[in-house]
């Protein structure tokens, strides 16, 4: 006979093993590399004790590239959840069985592998692209926009990828959401804007953290939309992290960047975690 | 319609996906009046509810209220409140920011919220709890703060959605007198959806019992009670005895029985038909106490005690065996005691037995009966 706590230790065991493998080793590897002196050759110096690749990290240089990490990464934040909240609510709106099928449209993208669908971005927005091509043949603009190898295009590039996890977090948030509130507040006079912003905002708000921390996190470490999209012309966090390990072979370095990128999301999820425990502690647990 | 009519409802109706919920349904309410909409679930008084409410429009017909068409007026501009069911209290509000929220809503100035708010929670006896948030409440708690939280907005109407179903037994008992007397004091016009009759019969100044999408009968509690006007009210308003056979001019003649004499509804056609007679256990008298009354004779199979009274199940000689309930006070069990098993006959004077006509519509009659428990 197997206890409870048996059985419950036996069902995580390979969930736990998994991530202690692949997810704890690596980066106590990454964390223990920061500390030492980059290799004449490449590679890591284990006999020199360093604790200078951290020092480094407040070299304006790099201060400048993750505070326009941080920026590309906020403004794809707060787009992601203007597209993404709004189409969530109004999956919430149609029928149980319309609901999924929307759900699953909502998904579609994730089909398609991720860099095939940069570069499709990129067969759009170049100058004979198919939107520069189109408006010039309508006439509307004589010279082809700007419109790839910049941060517009990183921007439109991060949107477009992150859009579907806030409409699912947004959507468990608004699914759960008692209906019968909103009909209330319609029925104590409130008009739709002051329900939206007085009963179903501050009540789904867990979801829509949950969704921007999401994007945020994904956004300030992503590589290949900037590479691919930004052309070189946008040189963010992940960029660097890339450079340093594959490009200027300083591991050491790249480490101590990849530790600032763990501590920036740690501290993230920590904050959202509270939003959560905060909401669903003032409305008894139902949040 | 006459002149104090607050709400009226001209042939409305209500279809979803061609499935009738209300299926034309006339009536006035009156200022001041504390009306029921009585059924069992799906007989289509929420639906009514909250076209009343502006939460469904009608397929067909009108609403007014004081003489303006409401129709298609949204909920947010309807002088009527609603008090759900499941209270809909803002979890993320304290009790006073709930009860205010509609005056908010309003645009009132701050002196006049606060000063209405203190109000109407001391009115619900709320007024300690006002910081505390709903899931720091109890149930009936929470039911109070619902209805404040519609009574602070001085509705017209205040429509109120099974409002002591998630109460328990003595608490609902005890709101029901609460509420009438608040009715009263506020003198606000209620209208509450219920489908536990007792809730209707004690609160409800009229009631309008509702079998699928119709009213079914429209009066005051006695009416209903002591005078139903077909087999539906009958059985969907307290415990009915019914004795089936074919209806003639003189009365019902039941099989072994001969002929059952009672009072037709009035209107009632006299056209020979299948009917039945149905009268109330408390009508039936032990003993031929009445030299004008229906005599019937049985045996007695089960007796029960309930404190106050007693009841007899008897079973019926002729009528096929049928069963009828019996009940006396336990005054009158001293009295005359009855043993299980014992051949007893009984009484039932002519005026406390309605004829009512159509056949036992089991389908309609079981769901009746398993609702009204």
């Known amino acids: ?287 | 319609m006459s002149a104090n009519t607050l709400l009226a409802a001209e042939k409305v109706e209500k279809r979803f996906s061609g499935v009738v919920a209300v299926d034309g349904i006339d009536l006035a309410i009156a200022e001041n009046e504390f009306f029921a909409l009585l059924g069992p679930s799906g007989c289509g008084k929420t639906t009514l509810l909250r076209m009343i409410a502006g939460f469904e429009t009608p397929t067909a017909g009108h609403l007014t209220l004081d003489g303006k068409d409401i129709t298609t007026v949204p909920p947010n501009r309807r002088p009527v409140n609603l008090m759900f069911q499941s209270y809909a209290l803002f979890p993320h509000m304290s009790v006073e920011a709930n009860v205010a929220y509609g005056l908010e809503a309003e645009g009132r100035p701050r002196d006049e919220i606060r000063r209405r708010v203190g109000e109407v929670l001391e009115l619900t006896v709320l007024g300690e709890l006002a910081k505390r948030r709903p899931h720091e409440l109890s149930g009936g708690q929470r039911q109070r703060v619902a209805l404040a939280r519609a009574l602070v907005k001085k509705p017209r109407l205040l429509l109120l959605d099974e409002p002591l179903s998630a109460l328990d037994r003595r608490l609902r008992e005890q709101m029901q007198l609460e509420l009438k007397r608040m009715r009263h004091e506020v003198g606000i016009t209620f209208v509450v959806v219920t489908h536990d009759q007792e809730e209707a019969l004690v609160m409800a100044d009229r009631i309008a019992v509702l079998d699928r999408g119709r009213i079914a009968q429209l009066g005051s509690p006695r009416d209903l009670y002591d005078r139903p006007e077909n087999r539906f009210t009958a059985r969907f308003l307290g415990q009915m005895n019914f004795l089936e056979g074919r209806l003639g001019p003189d009365g019902l003649t039941v099989d072994g029985l001969g002929l059952v004499r009672g009072v037709r509804p009035a209107g009632a056609t006299d056209a020979t038909s299948i009917g039945c007679a149905a009268f109330r256990p408390e009508r039936v008298e032990i003993g031929d106490v009445a030299t004008a009354g229906n005599s019937l004779s049985g045996t007695v199979e089960a007796i029960a005690y309930h404190g106050n009274s007693q009841s007899l199940i008897v079973r019926l000689d002729g009528a096929g065996g049928t069963r009828i309930a019996v009940s006396r006070s336990s005054t009158a069990a001293d009295v005359r005691p009855v043993a299980s098993g014992e051949a007893v006959r009984l009484t039932v004077p002519p005026e406390h037995v309605r004829l009512l006509a159509g056949g036992p519509d089991t389908s309609a009659a079981a769901s009746a009966e398993a609702d009204a428990h």
């Open chain 1, 1 to 287: 006979m197997t206890s409870p706590r048996l059985s419950r230790t036996i069902l995580m065991a390979p969930g736990l093993g998994w991530l202690a493998l692949f997810l704890l080793v690596p980066c106590l590897l990454v964390f223990f590399n920061a500390f030492y002196e980059r290799g004449i050759y490449g590679g890591v110096d284990y006999d020199a004790f360093t604790t200078e690749n951290f020092a480094r990290l407040i070299d304006p240089l790099y201060v400048e590239v993750f505070l326009g990490s941080a920026r590309i990464a906020l403004i794809t934040t707060v787009l992601a959840v203007l597209i993404g909240y709004p189409a969530a609510y109004a999956i919430t709106l149609a029928s149980p069985g319309a609901q999924t099928r929307l759900l699953i449209l909502a998904m579609l993208p994730f089909w398609t592998n991720y860099l095939i669908r940069t570069y499709a971005w990129m067969v759009l927005l170049n100058r004979t692209g198919l939107i520069n091509a189109g408006l010039i043949d309508a006439g509307v603009i004589t010279e082809p926009l700007p419109l790839l190898y910049n941060e517009f295009a990183v921007i439109l590039g991060l949107v477009y990828s992150y859009v579907p996890f806030v409409i699912l977090a947004a959507y468990a948030s608004l699914a759960r959401l008692d209906r019968s509130l909103i009909e209330a507040s319609a029925d104590l006079g409130a008009s739709g804007a002051r329900t939206f912003l007085k009963v179903v905002l501050p009540l789904t708000l867990p979801g829509v953290a949950a969704g921007s921390v999401f994007v945020f996190v994904l956004s300030i470490g992503n590589f290949i939309t900037p590479d691919l999209l930004g052309g070189g012309h946008v040189q963010m966090l992940g960029n660097l992290i890339y450079d340093q390990f594959l490009t200027a072979r300083d591991w050491p370095f790249g480490a101590a960047l990849s530790m600032l990128l763990i501590a920036v999301m740690m501290v993230l999820l920590f904050t959202q975690a509270v939003v959560v425990h905060r909401a669903s502690a003032r409305s008894g647990g139902r949040a």
